[in-house]
């Protein structure tokens, strides 16, 4: 008997399934995408609101200034300056004021303490001006010498009364009272030294502050 040939179907291949997913997936982004674009119309459609920003209250003084201004006639406007320099005068004057009087209280001072040296007949008295000196410890030295560690005590104290009694001010600090060979009497502006004669010749103070302006009283 004649064998019947029987026509087997080709096997489909694996690449025309992969292409009809690719074609199925191709025709759906073009409807996605365009949704896409749907929702960004819509989107910038809608009114974003702006901030806005604060008007600045400054810009408002400055018209009404400039307003004030503009209504201010010339000779109102030159007794403004007027009053200016009046009162920029009036500080200068305080300041001149303030300073002479506390030269005067320096000078009070300074009377007093030669007057307390006197007193007590103190010898070779004599001022040094350090008050044009820079890094001056002071503005003035008074200094005195005595014969003995008795007297140099007595003009100390003589200083301190007389002080104290005229100007109503007490020492900022005093060295020197135990031995009696030299006493310092800190005024702060002023300084006393009252020496030993002895003493006084081997530290030579005023050999010292030689760029001072030395006075010696009689």
């Not at 001149?96 to 007949?121: A, P």
């Amino acid at each position: 008997m004649a064998k019947k040939i029987v026509k087997k179907a080709p096997a489909k291949k694996a690449s025309q399934k992969v292409t009809r997913k690719i074609t199925s997936l191709a025709k759906g982004k073009p409807k996605k995408a365009a949704a896409k674009k749907a929702a960004v119309k819509k989107a910038v459609s809608k009114k974003v609101p702006v901030k806005k920003e604060p008007v600045k209250k400054a810009s408002a003084k400055t018209s009404v200034k400039d307003t004030e201004k503009s209504k201010l006639t010339e000779k109102q406007l030159l007794q403004r300056e007027a009053n200016h320099i009046a009162n920029s005068e009036k500080k200068k004057t305080t300041k001149k004021r303030v300073k002479s009087s506390t030269i005067k209280q320096t000078n009070g001072l300074l009377d007093s303490v030669i007057e307390g040296m006197q007193e007590r007949k103190a010898k070779n008295i004599v001022v040094l001006d350090l008050s044009k000196i820079e890094n001056r410890v002071a503005d003035y030295f008074v200094i005195c010498d005595a014969d003995s560690n008795t007297h140099v005590n007595a003009i100390a104290d003589s200083i301190e009364e007389t002080v104290a009694k005229q100007i109503g001010e007490k020492p900022y600090h005093t060295e020197g009272h135990q031995n009696g060979e030299w006493i310092i009497i800190d005024y702060i502006n002023i300084v006393t030294h009252v020496f030993m004669r002895e003493i006084r010749e081997y530290y030579n103070i005023e050999g010292l502050w030689g760029d001072a302006e030395i006075r010696t009283i009689d």
